[in-house]
């Protein structure tokens, strides 16, 4: 997986990356709660690997922008495009709008250095701005959507557009930024809160009064100066206005809305958000960016846990309601009492010390609250809406006394309506165990509800550095018959850039078990190449645990200095990469998969050599397993292991090659220490060698 998921600490919930609260309970999500598995692979509790997704050090695929130059007129034949053209830039943005006008999506790989976001802004732009329609682009992250802006200003200098970045209202809002309310709240209990105030109810919100006399201004300040969404809020709340409700009205006004996936992957927020706009399918153009991790993102959106721990809680809670029945006499300590049995009992029989997971075949949750209440099920519904309520108004209550603190019986009763509500052939449930406790966990395997959406649309942009097989996304989107799929390589030198690879060792573990010499081939050929070169090298391996057992074999053969990444600690971790990124000739180890191997730039002499140690298949689990047959099913025997296990890790790989390549002037290499990279030689424009010290004499001149 290449999401940096955030895991909340409070309710063991995955969310999407960029999100400020869980969307489960509520919670104020942390840098530091960042989780190295999707829904997929399976959560880790926090105590385990975790990757660190700091947005202050991400970097755009664009980063190369400051070498462009501004056109000296308009393009004719791309008239959104402001930059002189690129070789390949024109043919991009002409089978963008084609797809466009012809109601067809295009699904595209765009090379470092083909500038994917003008040339989808360009493209997108010529195609709905004739048409009245709204250009929505979607982004994983806050520094990609400032990019986006940055953008936007550079086309209106040739052509009028506007834009605006959405962020949610627990980032946006002052009130719930700066007041007594900043501590974490569920979205329903903010959005009471907010209504509350606007109606004068414990006070009226001074920033909202003041909002619709002044949208004017905060709209001529963003036509202007195409503000990032942090700068914006910052002028909405010096000017005494709330930038919550300020954007809501703006949006209707927009030629093109930035926002976060959540948008799009809620059914419920994008119900809102559409409203907003005053849009519906047919009047919008959507573009995805870094399309490689919205899959995950929309089957983590709805994916969801029911711990012990949570369950305790709840029943702490109890004695602070003065109504304790749900229903059916039947009283709310014992209801959640009852969930906890099933939970520990389930576990007593399906699960042992080396088993801490397996399959439910049937609803235990469901037929066992029924058969100890003697309830129907639909009684059993009304029980858990009843429950679902007095958590909502407790949650409620707290807000308002600044207990600081959210309703942990909301928290359970909103996971209990959705366990229930998780049925048919695109979710998996399972029982599982960690150092926390035991939990149930259901896993979405098929996010139909995605797929439905992106089919109602009138084509849309799909679009990632690393998106390859396309066929994967197409099928797995549910994206329609006639969606084009194009690869335009990046324009930079190709002699640049030198991949090659070893075939005498690997990191598979039966090999390793049955030969250990390979061990000490990798830390050997790693130290020698390292000291060899000379330069600034990353060294990406597929584990924490592979790496903190060669460690201490590095650091005794390696003579450069030496960086290391932090599990659980993302400052740390950027505080040595800063080091190691001013500095030459030094050695920085990480784990494939996170910020470093994805989101940041090493330009020039930052980075000159990369080493990759091991193939990063994704860890086995049942939800995989699942969806592997899943997909074995509907696409053909085969397609399971190819988009489940194959895909993702050659994703990595070339994300982890893309360090090295940022401009059109870095040079690079790339030695992947595992002789399974032959399977993938020719999709890596990778070759075998025997001397990979020989190799990078001659790549880097010293030969």
Same mark, same amino acid.
């Given at each position: 997986m290449n999401m940096q998921s955030l895991f909340c600490k409070r309710c063991e919930s995955l969310n999407l990356p960029g999100s400020e609260r869980c969307r489960i309970c509520g919670s104020k999500l942390e840098s530091d709660s960042v989780s190295a598995q999707s829904s997929l692979t399976g959560i880790r509790s926090p105590s385990e690997d975790t990757y660190f997704d700091m947005e202050e050090y991400e970097s755009s695929d664009d980063s190369d922008a400051s070498e462009r130059v501004f056109a000296d007129s308009e393009n004719a034949e791309a008239p959104y495009l402001p930059y002189v053209p690129r070789p390949g830039q024109i043919a991009i943005i002409e089978d963008i709008r084609g797809c466009l006008d012809s109601a067809r999506h295009i699904v595209m790989e765009s090379g470092t250095g083909t500038g994917k976001t003008i040339v989808s802004l360009a493209g997108a732009l010529e195609h709905s701005i004739p048409r009245k329609?709204?250009?929505?682009? $979607?982004? &994983?992250?806050?520094?990609?959507?400032?990019?986006?802006? &940055?953008?936007?200003?550079?086309?209106?200098?040739?052509? /009028?557009?506007?834009?605006?970045?959405?962020?949610? &209202?627990?980032?946006?809002? /002052? $009130?719930? &930024?700066?007041? /007594?309310?900043?501590?974490?709240?569920? !979205?329903n209990v903010l959005s009471s809160l907010c209504e509350n105030r606007k109606r004068g109810k414990g006070g009226y919100c001074s920033y909202y009064i003041k909002t619709n006399d002044m949208v004017d201004e905060v709209w001529d300040f963003c036509r202007k100066e195409f503000p990032t969404s942090e700068r914006l809020d910052n002028f909405c709340e010096d000017k005494g206005i709330c930038p919550y409700e300020a954007k809501k009205v703006l949006m209707k006004s927009a030629d093109v809305i930035v926002a976060p996936y959540i948008h799009i992957l809620s059914e419920d927020i994008r119900e809102t958000f559409l409203g907003n706009m005053d849009a519906d399918k047919k009047s919008i153009t959507v573009i995805v960016d870094e399309a490689h991790n919205i899959i995950d993102a929309a089957k983590e959106q709805e994916s969801f846990r029911i711990s012990v721990r949570m369950v305790d809680a709840a029943i702490d809670e109890c004695s602070t309601f003065k109504t304790t029945s749900i229903g059916q006499g039947i009283r709310m300590d014992e209801f959640l009492k009852e969930i906890k049995n099933i939970i520990k009992n389930t576990a007593n029989k399906k699960l042992s010390i080396t088993n801490q997971e397996a399959i439910i075949e049937i609803d235990v949750l469901k037929h066992g609250l029924m058969k100890k209440f003697g309830i129907n099920e639909r009684s059993l519904d009304v029980a858990i809406v009843t429950l679902v309520d007095l958590g909502s108004e407790r949650s409620r209550l707290l807000a308002e006394t600044n207990a600081q603190k959210i309703s942990d019986i909301d928290t359970i009763a909103i996971s209990l309506q959705n366990w229930l509500g998780a049925t048919?052939?695109? +979710?998996?449930?399972?029982?599982? !165990?960690?150092?926390?406790?035991? +939990? $149930?966990? !259901?896993?979405?395997?098929? /996010?139909v509800d995605v797929s439905d959406f992106m089919r109602g649309l009138d084509g849309g942009v799909h679009m990632s550095g690393t998106l390859r097989p396309l066929e994967q996304y197409v099928k797995t989107m549910g994206l329609p018959a006639g969606t084009i799929s194009k690869v335009y390589p990046s324009p930079f030198p190709k002699e640049n850039r030198l991949v090659v690879y070893m075939n005498d060792v690997t990191t598979r573990y039966k090999d390793m078990q049955e030969d250990p010499s390979i061990f000490s081939r990798i830390q050997r050929r790693t130290s020698k190449l390292c000291n060899a070169v000379g330069k600034n090298t990353l060294v990406f391996f597929t584990s924490y645990r592979i790496m903190e057992k060669m460690r201490p074999f590095l650091e005794r053969d390696i003579e450069l200095p030496m960086y290391w990444e932090h599990s659980g600690n993302p400052r740390l971790t950027m505080e040595e990469l800063e080091k190691f990124k001013k500095g030459r000739g030094g050695v920085f180890f990480s784990v494939m998969g996170g910020s470093v191997a994805e989101g940041m730039d090493f330009p020039g002499d930052e980075l000159s050599l990369a080493i990759i140690i091991g193939i990063p298949y994704p860890p086995p689990s049942l939800e995989a397993n699942a969806l592997s047959e899943l997909y074995d099913e509907k696409f053909g025997r085969g397609s399971g292991w190819k988009f489940i296990s194959e895909a993702p890790a050659t994703r990595k790989i070339k994300q982890a090659i893309g360090r090295l390549i940022r401009t059109e002037t870095d040079r690079g290499m790339c030695l992947i220490l595992d002789k399974r990279t032959s399977r993938y030689a020719n999709d890596l424009d990778a070759r075998v060698t025997a001397d990979p010290i020989a190799d990078a004499e001659r790549f880097f001149g010293k030969g």
């Open positions: 329609k709204k250009v929505v682009y $979607l982004t &994983r992250t806050i520094s990609q959507s400032n990019q986006v802006m &940055r953008e936007l200003k550079a086309i209106s200098t040739f052509r /009028p557009v506007t834009g605006l970045p959405i962020t949610g &209202r627990g980032r946006s809002c /002052p $009130l719930f &930024r700066t007041g /007594p309310y900043q501590e974490p709240y569920p !979205a048919g052939d695109n +979710y998996i449930k399972t029982i599982k !165990a960690s150092d926390t406790g035991e +939990y $149930l966990y !259901a896993a979405c395997i098929d /996010p």
